[in-house]
Structures are given as structure tokens and as C-alpha cells.
């Protein structure tokens, strides 16, 4: 089943999701690299120190030699699954371990630096990855407080630590283990949250400011096809009275005359003064308002099946029918959801409303050619149209602006409601549009008047 929901914002990524870029690391190992040659080289020929040279060479020339293959077999902007990457930081972990197995140990100043791979797995990884990082780090710190080749303090003199003081150090290690993988998990989360939220906000704010622009643009169109469509009406209710009623376009004028004057009606509704009293502002139940904005749709030939009742187990007060605030967004959302349908079914649309204590759904489902596979992703943005034909005359009809469900879409969203689209499954074809909101969207206090609810903040809201 094909699904999407207007809640699909920017989400924080999951396991697997291939985040972090081959070229970070491959940048982290370079620069580790530089720093074990200077500190090697500061060691061997500034303090004298008798280190062995050939192993730590050999494992500072392995992670070069690493990087360049990374390098030449993969593009900069690769980036590697979850378990190559910490592949990856492993061996950057046990490549730090080994040279300070010949370089002192736990003794060894540069210590701390052996919990980097974990922080950077803190920082980009699942906590699964991390906390066996994490663990295997504090193996390698245990056994070099025990087994490492000591550093020359002293000529000819073998300087040890005492043992609590390596036990502190490795104490020490594994302290600021966890707490700046922790602290560098917790801030990297936070900071995806941040970046999930912002994105999510931008997407509510570019379609707010799409339709604010279209608020302006019908405001416009009103004004322009208000003198137009009065003409069209007159003529055909004049040609209608002249002709006569056994006329053979009598039929026609009759739809022609009846459609400009829904098209008159609408535009009253969006040149009509925000303030100003609107009639349609009462109570009404959730099968009223299905039934008021399929209305207009039951003469399209098209056989409209309703269905209203509580959820299948509900009891109580929840078994009572939602009673609401007429609001002309709601109805003009729903209303164009069922026109669609009933443009795209072949015989039947199922209007159906379920409610229970929580929330109210209604599904909007035709038996057509359902959504296209490559338009779900799409839908409900500005200029995005035709639904299940591709090509020819169907398409041509089917065609638009595109402007119909995304206004819809919005108008719906604004009431609280989380709209789901999904193909029906087989043996039925055809779309369905699911629509949910909480039952609070719905509640009237009892004994409101229709002028109380006209003031209610979800009334005012539209």
C-alpha cells in the first residue's frame, strides 16, 4: 500500500542511514597522521627518547596508505554505511592503541587521545556502535596499563609509575570517555532536532506564503469575474425563458444558468469582509458536515455511499456523534476532496466517519485508477495535477492549475487535521483520502449559541 501523510516532515535519521561522509574521516586520519609523525619525530631526535621507530612507522604508513585507497576508490562526497564506518573508527582506535603499546603505555601524555573514535561515533553513529567503541576502548586502556614497552625517562633506568597512579590515569580515561561521548551525543542530537525542526518550519512557512499569495490572487479573480459571470447568468436565464422549457438545449441552459450561479456564490463567499457575520457559522454534527459537502457532487452520475458511526468498541460518551463549528475551510477542503473523487471514480464514492474518544477520521475512497506511484511523493504542492491519467483526453480533462488540493490540503490542516493518501488495495482500485482529528477539534460547549460558536476560536480561526 502506497501511503503518505501531510505529517511527513524532515525526520531525525535512523540506523542505517548512511550519514557520515567518507571524506570527514578520511580528513580526522590525516590529521592524525601529521600529529604521530611531529610527535614521533619530537620524541626520537628533540628528547632522545629510544623509541622503536619500525612499528610505529609501519602503523603511521598503514593509515596513510588506508586513506589513500579510500581516497582513490571512492568519490569525496561517499558516504558510508553505519558499519563501515565504524569499521573505520575502530581501526583508527586499535592504531592509536598499538603505537602506545611501544611508546608507554598508559604513561604516555597522549592517552586521552585514544577516546576521539568514540566521541566522533558519539557524534554520528547509533548508540549500538558506540557503546561497542566505547568498550573496546576501555579494554585496550586496561591491558596498556599492564603490558606496553616502557619510554627511556631516565639512561639506563627503567622508570615504572606507581600502580594507583596508572589505575587513576586509565580511571581517568574511561571518566571522560563517557561523559564527552555523552555530552557530544546529547548536543549532536539536539542539533538534528534543530535542523529537522527548522526544515519543518520552512516547509509550513513556503506553503503559508504560497497561499497568502493565492488568497491575493483570488481576491483578484473575484473582482474580475464577478461582472462577466453576472452577464453569462442573465443570458442564459433570458434564453431559457425565451426558448422554453420543451427546447432541445433547455437541459443545458438549465446547467449553464445553475453553474454560473454557484460560481457567483462563491465569489460572494471570498469578497465577503472577514468580519462580517457568516450564517453558515453553527453547530453541526460530523455527518452533516459529510453530507453538506458532498451536496453539490450527487447529480455528477456517480452513486455516493455514507456512512456514519462510532468506532468499532467504542462506549460511553464516546459512542456520541462530534458536533462542531460550521467553518467554511473545512467544508470547502472536504468539498473538494469528494469532487476529485468523484471526477476520478468509475461508479461509487464512499464517504465514511468514524469517531471515538480521542479523534474523528473521515475517508474519502473512489473506485479509480487510484494515485500515481511517481505523484505521491508531490502531491499537495502548489502545481502538481493529474491524478491516474497520463496522456490523451482523460488527461487532458483531469488537468489543471493544480491548485484545488493543495488549497485543500492547507485549508484541512489548519483545522487539525493529518491527512493520509493512499492506493487501495487489491481486489479494489481506486484513492483514498483519510483525514483525522482530534475530537476536541469538534466540541461545542453544550447550550452555545450558533452566534457563540460563530466566536470561538476555531470559527475564528478561518
Not at 513556503?206 to 474580475?224: I, M, S, V
Not at 465569489?267 to 460530523?286: E, F, G, N, Y
Not at 468523484?342 to 461509487?348: E, I, Q, S, T
Not at 492506493?423 to 477539534?441: D, F, I, L, Q
Request: proline letters at 6%; aromatic letters at 10%.
Amino acid at each position: 500500500m502506497q501511503k503518505l501523510a501531510s505529517t511527513d516532515f524532515p525526520r531525525l535519521s535512523s540506523n542505517g542511514a548512511q550519514n557520515v561522509r567518507l571524506a570527514t574521516i578520511v580528513r580526522l586520519r590525516w590529521i592524525a597522521v601529521a600529529g604521530q609523525l611531529l610527535t614521533l619525530g619530537f620524541v626520537k631526535f628533540w628528547l632522545g627518547f629510544d623509541v622503536p621507530p619500525a612499528p610505529c612507522l609501519a602503523l603511521i604508513a598503514l593509515s596513510a596508505w588506508l586513506n589513500v585507497f579510500l581516497v582513490v576508490q571512492f568519490p569525496p562526497r561517499h558516504r558510508v554505511t553505519d558499519n563501515v564506518a565504524a569499521a573505520l573508527l575502530t581501526y583508527d582506535m586499535l592504531q592509536l592503541a598499538a603505537l602506545l603499546y611501544f611508546t608507554g603505555g598508559i604513561g604516555n601524555p597522549f592517552v586521552m587521545l585514544i577516546i576521539a573514535p568514540c566521541i566522533v561515533s558519539a557524534a554520528t553513529l547509533p548508540v549500538g556502535y558506540t557503546f561497542a567503541i566505547s568498550a573496546l576502548t576501555l579494554l585496550c586502556a586496561y591491558v596498556l596499563t599492564f603490558d606496553y614497552w616502557p619510554l627511556p625517562w631516565f639512561p639506563g633506568i627503567r622508570f615504572e609509575l606507581p600502580l594507583i597512579y596508572k589505575v587513576g590515569i586509565l580511571t581517568s580515561v574511561g571518566t571522560g570517555l563517557l561523559f564527552v561521548a555523552f555530552y557530544v551525543r546529547r548536543l549532536a542530537h539536539e542539533g538534528r532536532e534543530m535542523s529537522a525542526a527548522l526544515a519543518a518550519t520552512e516547509l509550513i512557512l513556503a506553503r503559508e506564503q504560497k497561499l497568502h499569495a493565492l488568497d491575493g490572487l483570488a481576491a483578484a479573480a473575484a473582482h474580475e469575474l464577478g461582472t462577466p459571470l453576472s452577464t453569462i447568468y442573465l443570458v442564459a436565464k433570458e434564453l431559457e425563458r425565451d426558448l422554453g422549457p420543451s427546447h432541445s438545449h433547455a437541459e443545458d441552459l438549465a446547467l449553464l444558468r445553475t453553474q454560473s450561479d454557484r460560481c457567483r456564490e462563491i465569489l460572494r463567499k471570498l469578497t465577503r469582509r472577514p468580519d462580517a457575520q457568516d450564517p453558515m457559522h453553527s453547530s453541526v454534527s460530523i455527518s452533516e458536515i459529510l453530507s453538506d459537502a458532498a451536496a453539490p457532487y450527487r447529480d455528477y452520475g456517480k452513486v455516493l455511499i455514507f456512512s456514519a458511526a462510532p468506532t468499532e468498541g467504542a462506549t460511553g460518551e464516546a459512542t456520541t456523534e462530534p458536533v462542531g463549528s460550521r467553518q467554511p475551510g473545512l467544508f470547502y477542503g472536504l468539498g473538494n476532496i469528494i469532487e476529485n473523487a468523484v471526477d476520478f471514480a468509475k461508479y461509487n464514492v464512499e464517504l465514511t466517519a468514524r469517531w471515538d474518544a480521542s479523534k474523528v477520521v473521515i475517508e474519502v475512497a473512489d473506485d479509480g485508477p487510484g494515485f500515481p506511484i511517481d505523484l505521491m511523493d508531490s502531491l499537495g504542492d502548489p502545481y502538481v495535477t493529474t491524478r491516474g491519467a497520463t496522456s490523451g483526453k482523460a488527461a487532458k480533462e483531469a488537468s489543471g492549475l493544480g491548485l484545488g488540493f493543495f488549497i485543500a490540503k492547507t485549508l484541512l490542516e489548519r483545522s487539525g487535521a493529518v491527512i493520509e493518501l493512499e492506493n487501495r488495495v487489491a481486489p479494489e482500485t481506486g484513492a483514498r483520502v483519510r483525514m483525522t482529528w482530534p475530537r476536541s477539534a469538534f466540541s461545542v460547549p453544550e447550550g452555545w449559541s450558533p452566534h457563540q460558536v460563530a466566536q470561538s476560536p476555531a470559527a475564528a480561526a478561518e
